[in-house]
């Protein structure tokens, strides 16, 4: 019988950079054309990775930016964030700095479970953020990367396991002993 663990990951980004086309591509299979700006939502979903099973909450947020106060309920009980920029707006990409900076002093300077994401990967032509760029930064983080496009449905799963994996491997770099609790 698979273990079964509890994940829940934060998904924060600038506004228009699709944080809910990514959200809800990987949980519904679909992508939204319309956009109608988040207040907040939640989205859950469970994967299977090996032997274990991982029931996910998503909390996609509303757009943030350079002045925007994370509440705690983002801090607290959160095991991953999934930071967002878009391809095609350099704005955004500078955005996420500053919410890995809030987030960074949030958590008292201790290691995060990251993944940074060029999202509409499919907008390349108009592309103002180069993938080494991105790159970089997540390395400069300790974190990892990767781009996607919500819209063709483009590495949008991995997004959400390699979240997964980061927590892991963020989880063992501390040497922590599993002591969650599961459901069995």
């Not at 029931?55 to 801090?75: C, K, M, N, R």
């Not at 760029?133 to 990367?145: V, Y």
Request: some cysteine; glycine content about 8%.
């Amino acid at each position: 019988m698979p273990l079964v663990r509890y994940r829940k990951v934060a998904i924060l980004g600038y506004r228009s950079v699709g944080k809910t086309s990514l959200a809800h591509q990987f949980v519904e299979g679909e992508f939204l054309e319309g956009y109608d700006p988040t207040v907040e939502n939640t989205y859950s979903k469970t994967v299977t990775l090996g032997k274990d099973e991982f029931h996910l909450h998503l909390v996609d947020t509303a757009g943030q930016d350079e002045y925007s106060i994370l509440p705690y309920s983002l801090i607290i009980g959160v095991h991953g964030y999934v930071l967002v920029y878009s391809v095609n707006s350099l704005r955004s990409f500078q955005i996420v700095k500053n919410l890995y900076q809030k987030l960074h002093e949030g958590h008292g300077k201790t290691r995060l479970s990251v993944l940074l994401v060029g999202n509409k990967a499919d907008l390349s032509p108009e592309r103002e953020v180069q993938a080494v760029e991105g790159k970089k930064l997540a390395e400069s983080w300790g974190a990892m990367f990767m781009e996607s496009s919500a819209r063709d449905n483009q590495l949008t799963q991995d997004v959400f396991i390699k979240v997964i994996q980061e927590i892991a491997r963020v989880e063992n770099s501390y040497g922590r002993q599993d002591r969650r609790c599961y459901l069995m």
